[in-house]
């Protein structure tokens, strides 16, 4: 499944899709989120039962206040619509998939 581009617009409907979801929140001039970046489009094709999406914290300051995004790659895993888990630097696949679980 192809990575979600979340914005302020369709983060609801994300949300509630029923699926765990992974949002990873970076900004293009962030090196860590380049190395993370790849590492998260894998797990979106590998992993069709999660909801996968990237957050542009310079285009959506709102979406990263409300999830408390102080420092970037920052990644955050929703279980029904809750924070189940938050990661905050550069993460390892196999980390990200504990998260995931």
Do not use: R
């Amino acid at each position: 499944m192809a990575v979600i581009n979340v914005t302020k617009e369709n983060y609801e409907e994300i949300k509630n899709s029923g699926k765990t979801v992974l949002l990873d929140f970076y900004a293009d001039w962030c090196g860590p989120c380049k190395m993370v970046s790849p590492i998260v489009d894998q797990i979106s094709e590998e992993h069709p039962e999660y909801l996968v999406g990237k957050i542009n914290v310079d285009d959506e300051d709102e979406l990263s206040e409300s999830f408390g995004v102080m420092s970037i790659p920052t990644l955050v895993v929703l279980k029904g619509g809750e924070i189940a888990e938050k990661s905050i630097g550069f993460t390892p696949k196999e980390k990200i998939l504990e998260l995931l679980k």
